[in-house]
């Protein structure tokens, strides 16, 4: 039972445009989510999170949304730049000692 | 700052061997500790979590087990490795009662033969 979902195995964006990366959750009860991006044999690193009191925040370059009626939270990253290709993960909040982990989407920028 | 060790990096073992893998956190107190496991083009799979000493939970069935012997140490083990054990192995720590961001470490990457 997958309570969160990124449908995305991977997205290929073009250097300096915008990358959008997508998750969906199936439990309401899910109030914080987290996004983290992790390169090759390296932990995942955080990147930004959003509470449901909230449907934006930005950190820099990254901005997530959260749309709590659709149980839809997108991250954007605007530019996108050649650091930016790993896999990204989104995560909600289970407990306060769990979270659910999406399956990550690969991001990949070209130049 | 906090830091958190992890290892060894790699680590090749015959099935039916055991294993131990090591974990500590530097710079904090109390921290709540984790084991995730990430199969080959696979998310994050939560093995074990630790809200303190001599206190740790188990999500998945399996034959490995986890032990806490000091606040900041956490030990993932084995006494008989399967194939299927074969995985990316990552320890991370949270605040207690803080921010619900965990944190990760380098990882090790166990290849049962």
């Known amino acids: 039972d997958q309570q969160v979902k990124q449908n995305s195995p991977s997205l290929s964006v073009q250097e300096g445009r915008i990358s959008i990366l997508n998750c969906d959750y199936t439990?309401?009860?899910?109030?914080?989510f987290l996004w983290y991006k992790k390169y090759p044999a390296e932990g995942p690193t955080f990147l930004i999170s959003?509470?449901?009191i909230k449907d934006k925040n930005e950190d820099g370059r990254f901005t997530v949304f959260l749309n709590k009626s659709a149980k839809h939270l997108s991250l954007h990253i605007v530019p996108s730049q050649p650091g930016d290709s790993a896999v990204y993960f989104c995560a909600a909040v289970h407990s306060n000692y769990q979270l659910i982990w999406g399956a990550g989407t690969k991001l990949i920028i070209k130049p | 700052s906090q830091t958190i060790h992890q290892w060894p990096a790699t680590l090749v073992q015959p099935v039916g061997s055991p294993l131990s893998l090591e974990c500590t956190v530097e710079g904090t107190s109390n921290p709540n500790l984790y084991w995730y496991r990430q199969a080959a083009g696979r998310g994050l799979q939560l093995l074990f979590y630790s809200i303190g000493i001599d206190q740790i939970s188990s999500e998945v069935p399996q034959n490995l087990s986890a032990s806490r012997p000091q606040d900041r140490q956490f030990i993932l083990s084995s006494k008989k490795l399967l194939l299927s054990d074969s995985g990316f192995y990552l320890c991370?720590?949270?605040?207690?009662?803080?921010?619900?961001?965990?944190?990760f470490g380098p990882g090790t990457r166990l290849t049962v033969t």
């Open positions: 959003i509470s449901s």
């Open positions: 991370a720590w949270s605040r207690r009662g803080g921010s619900y961001e965990q944190y």
């Open positions: 439990n309401s009860m899910f109030d914080y």
